[in-house]
């Protein structure tokens, strides 16, 4: 293949790579889509939690176990877990990216970032599909209602 | 192609503007709003971390869960969770004003992040009374 040489001072331009794919436009694009949805998802979320009755002080075992009872707000928790994980490890990828001049800390707190999102994707996934809302033993007045209506 | 480039760059370099051509980042608005994006971003991880912690303790017992979501429940705790919705809102919003710049026009960008700041300010209103209200009335 023959060189060819640029013109000097030619505009930089991005040559394409020829295959493979862009991972950084992806996650690029990833951003400002997961970035959308999540804003409906939180701030339902906020919503639901801090504003509606009593909000905060209304939070105990009972109230999420009769959410995560609800394939509706099951569905809502995991998309904005996996959503909300990725989308704050890229960014904390990218702050590592910008400020640590050593490659060596990048490796270590780029490999950090993505043992934190990996390991609590799988916990919260868990917790969400594995819920049980009346476990054995527990005292009758911190379980939802419908638990001893059986 | 390689003459007709550099007539491009040359007729940029002539613009009679004094600002640095092609970046949002450098000064103002642009500037300050890109650094509240980081600030609040890295907030809002770092307590999404421990938000999920504290969740999955709904799967250890019922008693470790309301010990713990307890604490979130004093008055100090409350003003956390004010400045963390705080935080979010911000990000929210600045991250939509992002999107209109790359997706739809750089243009207005100055103008956006005062619009941000405008529903900012409207949203605030509507939450913090009435959380401020729950946390100090139980």
Redesign the interface.
């Known amino acids: 293949m023959s060189t060819t040489i640029?013109?000097p001072?030619?505009?930089y331009s991005r040559s394409p790579k020829k295959r493979g794919i862009n991972w950084e436009k992806w996650g690029w694009i990833y951003m400002?889509v997961s970035?959308?949805v999540?804003?409906v998802l939180?701030?339902g979320h906020?919503f639901v939690n801090?504003?509606v009755g009593?909000?905060?002080?209304?939070?105990?075992?009972?109230f999420?176990?009769g959410k995560?009872t609800t394939p509706f707000w099951m569905v809502w928790d995991v998309l904005m877990?996996w959503l909300?994980?990725i989308h704050?490890?890229n960014?904390?990828r990218t702050?590592v990216n910008d400020y640590a001049t050593q490659r060596l800390t990048r490796g270590i707190l780029k490999s950090a970032i993505l043992a934190?999102v990996v390991i609590?994707i799988v916990?919260?996934t868990?917790?969400v599909f594995?819920?049980?809302p009346c476990?054995a033993g527990?005292?009758a007045d911190?379980?939802p209602s419908f638990c001893s209506a059986s | 192609m390689p003459q007709q480039a550099a007539e491009t760059h040359t007729s940029q370099q002539k613009t009679a503007s004094r600002r640095p051509a092609g970046t949002l980042y450098r000064g103002r608005e642009g500037m300050w709003s890109w650094v509240l994006h980081r600030i609040t971003g890295v907030a809002i991880f770092f307590f999404l971390l421990v938000h999920i912690l504290d969740t999955a303790l709904v799967r250890v017992s019922p008693e470790a869960y309301n010990a713990v979501i307890s604490s979130y429940q004093t008055p100090i705790m409350g003003l956390g969770e004010t400045a963390l919705v705080a935080a979010i809102v911000f990000h929210a919003f600045n991250g939509i004003r992002i999107i209109l710049i790359d997706f739809w026009n750089a243009k207005y960008q100055r103008l956006m992040f005062y619009v941000v700041i405008g529903l900012w300010v409207v949203t605030m209103l509507g939450f913090v009374p009435r959380h401020l209200i729950n946390v100090f009335s139980h």
């Open positions: 640029e013109a001072r030619s505009p400002r970035g959308v999540l804003v939180i701030f906020l801090l504003m009593e909000g905060v002080s209304a939070l105990n075992f009972a999420v176990a995560l877990l909300a994980l704050g490890g960014g904390m702050l934190a609590l916990l919260g868990l917790v594995t819920f049980d476990p527990a005292p911190l379980l």
